[in-house]
Structure formats: C-alpha cells, structure tokens
C-alpha cells in the first residue's frame, strides 16, 4: 500500500485547508485510516482517525470541533477537513493507514502505512 497527501501550503490563521491522502497498491483490507502532525522539535501526534467498518471518527482534543476526517473507499481517497486554522498547527501531516492486527487509533505504532507528508504552515 502507497499513500500520497496533497493539499498543504502557507495559509494565514483562521483560514481552512483540506488535505488529501491518495491510497494505492492493494487497499481492499485496510481497515483504519488516520492523520498525524509533527511539529518542529516535537514528537509526531495524532490529530484524527476513521474505521471504516462499523464507520466511526476519533480526533484528537486539540482539534475536535475544528478538522474533519472524511473518506471515500470506493475511490481509495481519505480527506482532512481543517478549519480555523492557528499557528499552532503548523506541523507536517502524515496520512497513515491500518490492515490489521492489534488497533488503536491514536497508536502511531499500529499502523503498517504511511505517506511521506506534507507541510501546512500556519502565518500571518
């Protein structure tokens, strides 16, 4: 499995951005996928999850209220929604992706796949 994200760039706070993680190779059995940040000097943290059987979403409190986690399986395509940006989040985002196993969705460890990331940047 090959994952891919787009979407990110330079935006001013308060503004919204949407990222998008491309999935390939063979994506029938993934069953969980997630995004997460790093941050300059800080450790890579979860920011949101999706299972897609039973459907159900995780966010991490920081941006509960704020993202959105979205996806469209047929199409092999998972969407971070963000809105009301801040400073705070500019970090690299990293789409992540589960195929089984041991779960939990805020664990970076249990997940087999992960793109290469991508910048948002937060600025006035």
């Known amino acids: 499995v090959q994952l891919a994200e787009s979407g990110g760039g330079l935006v001013q706070p308060e503004d919204s951005l949407r990222l998008s993680c491309e999935a390939s190779?063979?994506?029938?059995?993934?069953?969980?996928v997630a995004w997460f940040r790093q941050a300059p000097g800080k450790e890579r943290e979860f920011v949101a999850a999706?299972?897609?059987?039973?459907?159900?979403?995780f966010y991490a409190d920081s941006v509960k209220g704020r993202f959105t986690i979205s996806g469209d399986k047929a199409k092999n395509m998972v969407y971070l929604e963000m809105n009301n940006l801040e400073p705070e989040d500019t970090a690299v985002f990293y789409c992540?992706?589960?195929?089984?196993?041991?779960?939990?969705?805020?664990?970076?460890?249990?997940?087999?796949?992960w793109g290469q990331g991508i910048q948002v940047t937060v600025s006035s």
């Open positions: 992540a992706a589960h195929s089984g196993g041991y779960y939990y969705y805020s664990d970076s460890r249990t997940y087999q796949y």
């Open positions: 190779g063979e994506t029938f059995d993934l069953y969980a």
């Open positions: 999706l299972r897609w059987s039973p459907l159900y979403t």
